[in-house]
């Protein structure tokens, strides 16, 4: 039986309550339970699930709501006292690790935080598109990590901050580093020479992490958000950002990376790479080049444009990635053929959809609603996608969904490896291996009872100094049964040489740099200042702020909550008239 409780003007950001609905979900006799503002996009999500109520009609997008499905309707009073006291804890435990300053306004924000000058934002997409206008306005470099914002909004957003002289990174922007202060999703990383300008998540992670293993350093990843090489969006960020490192005096090589741009897009973006007066890598996942240019390197995996670019900082010539594959001693049973990869990080399941393709000769075209790659049993899926989402936390947060699909995968006869990645770093999991773990002992035993070996390969995306234990990760899948790797590239790599497919390295030959009209354009003092930024306006996922002063910087926490009743059209109507008077009285 389905319960509706709504606590009027009760707001919480998302991660919060994706983490109130898993606590909630190990209470005893509650078959199924969901926590979310009562926006109408959530209100989707909850009919969308089966938990729809007429209740819903009542709830605001400042309102809290809890649906419920319990048999035992005396559960209910302790499913709203198990959500207070959940709430109330994690109010303390902000309160006593003292975020730099909370306000509640955008005045306010826009006073405490006069100096900082980059405001991260992370609040409803469909309400993002106002408010990353009004810091653009106030003059500061925006980090939007939120999604579902139209391309239309962002291409017009993304113009105003380039006339400005402002940096839009996003929307979608998962992951970043400004002046080596982890941005929303990032691990920690040692600073470094190396600069990188890349799409959103776990593209940047992957390369970043990488280089730190290597000995190498990042101080600022720039990210972009998946729609910026679109033609609609012609590349603001990408080009205004490689403009910024090739400027940047403490940058000695350029990384770029980016999913599959538009043709026009591409060119222009190679154009303006070759006129950089420093070293470039450049990887556009899912193209496999055969040629490096003079200056200008092309990469076909996340760990070769990493080698790439260490190699080039330790003024050595790039060579291809030299490496000993822990490849098992498997003896696979007849009729096991098939990879199944099941990622929480979007971009590194895109690499593993491309080298299997590419290295098995499928000829499969791109998948829809997360399955990067569905073909003669072959299954590669993005489980961030919207689809496996919709309701449900994330999966470097949950792993309820993918612990499934292994089991899945498992039962099959024809399934010979099983993919997977633990993704570390801020706002994922205290202990993804160790979630992990059972699941993985469960799918190697199972197999081995119907007379089948089934290795689980998995990459750790990480480094030493993130805060999960990047060592103790590693360990607890090993003993779990599970190969792990160095890299993604080396995962799938495995994965492809365990059904007899080996990737046959490429060794690249140096041409000479092509020809371009176009030069670096000069970029102004106040992009600069995002190089040396060290104070922020945290808009949205207070998580975000507590990253940012735990790793040398200062954030001013701004408790955002929907005016205008959570009317969107209201908002923006405000907004207008709003900026209109500020114009006026200037």
């Given at each position: 039986m389905l319960h509706t409780i709504i606590e009027k003007n009760s707001y919480h950001d998302s991660i919060v309550l994706m983490l109130l609905t898993n606590h909630l979900k190990e209470i005893a006799g509650v078959n199924n339970?969901?926590?979310?503002?009562?926006?109408?996009?959530?209100?989707?999500?909850f009919k969308t699930g089966g938990l729809a109520t007429p209740e819903l009609d009542q709830a605001t997008p400042n309102d809290m709501v809890v649906v419920v499905d319990v048999d035992d309707e005396a559960l209910i009073d302790q499913v709203v006292a198990e959500s207070k006291n959940y709430l109330e804890e994690q109010s303390h435990a902000k309160e006593d690790e003292g975020t730099t300053e909370?306000?509640?306004?955008?005045?306010?924000?826009?006073e405490v935080g006069k100096d900082a000058p980059l405001a991260l934002i992370s609040i409803p997409g469909v309400y993002a598109a106002p408010e990353i206008e009004r810091a653009l306005d106030a003059g500061k470099h925006v980090f939007c990590f939120s999604d579902n914002v139209s391309i239309e909004d962002e291409a017009r957003l993304k113009k105003l901050a380039h006339e400005k002289g402002l940096l839009l990174m996003g929307p979608d922007c998962g992951t970043g580093v400004a002046n080596g202060i982890p941005l929303a999703f990032a691990n920690r990383t040692r600073r470094g020479e190396i600069g990188i300008v890349g799409a959103s998540g776990t593209g940047i992670q992957e390369v970043a992490t990488t280089i730190h293993k290597?000995?190498?350093?990042?101080?600022?990843?720039?990210?972009?958000?998946?729609?910026d090489l679109k033609a609609a969006v012609d590349g603001t960020t990408l080009k205004d950002g490689v403009a910024l490192l090739d400027q940047d005096p403490s940058v000695k090589v350029i990384v770029v990376i980016s999913k599959p741009p538009a043709k026009e897009v591409r060119d222009s973006v190679m154009d303006l790479l070759?006129?950089?007066?420093?070293p470039v890598v450049v990887v556009f996942m899912g193209e496999r080049p055969d040629h490096h240019e003079e200056g200008l390197y092309q990469a076909?995996?996340?760990?070769?444009?990493?080698?790439?670019?260490?190699?080039?900082?330790?003024?050595q010539q790039p060579t291809a990635v030299a490496e000993e594959l822990p490849v098992p001693d498997v003896k696979l049973a007849e009729g096991q053929k098939n990879i199944k990869a099941y990622y929480s990080g979007g971009t590194l399941a895109y690499e593993a959809a491309t080298m299997i393709n590419d290295t098995v000769g499928l000829n499969a075209e791109s998948g829809v609603d997360g399955a990067i790659l569905n073909q003669d049993g072959y299954e590669v899926l993005d489980l961030g996608d919207d689809v496996y989402t919709q309701g449900r936390p994330h999966p470097m947060i949950d792993a309820t969904v993918r612990k499934q699909m292994m089991t899945d995968a498992g039962q099959d006869p024809e399934t010979a490896v099983i993919l997977i990645d633990d993704v570390l770093g801020y706002g994922t999991h205290d202990d993804m291996a160790g979630e992990l773990a059972p699941t993985?002992?469960?799918?190697?035993?199972?197999a081995k009872a119907q007379g089948r070996e089934l290795p689980v390969v998995a990459t750790i995306v990480g480094t030493d100094l993130d805060i999960q234990d990047y060592a103790g990760q590693k360990?607890?899948?090993?003993?779990?049964?599970?190969?792990?790797?160095?890299?993604?590239?080396?995962?799938?790599k495995v994965a492809l040489a365990l059904i007899g497919h080996p990737v046959e390295e490429v060794v690249k030959d140096v041409e000479p740099k092509k020809a371009t009209n176009v030069t670096m354009p000069e970029v102004p003092e106040s992009l600069r200042k995002l190089l040396t930024v060290d104070r922020f306006v945290n808009i949205g996922?207070?998580?975000?702020?507590?990253?940012?002063?735990?790793?040398?910087?200062?954030?001013?926490q701004f408790d955002w909550q929907p005016i205008a009743g959570g009317n969107v059209e209201l908002q923006r109507a405000l907004a207008f008239l709003n900026k209109v008077s500020l114009e006026t009285e200037v």
């Open positions: 339970v969901q926590v979310m503002m009562g926006t109408p996009a959530n209100k989707d999500i909370r306000v509640r306004t955008w005045d306010k924000a826009l290597l000995g190498g350093g990042v101080t600022n990843a720039i990210g972009t958000g998946g729609r070759r006129a950089a007066h420093k076909y995996t996340l760990e070769e444009t990493a080698h790439l670019a260490v190699d080039l900082l330790n003024g993985i002992k469960k799918v190697i035993a199972d360990k607890t899948l090993e003993e779990a049964g599970t190969v792990v790797c160095q890299s993604n590239a080396q995962a799938v996922v207070e998580s975000f702020a507590k990253a940012i002063d735990e790793n040398g910087g200062r954030a001013v």
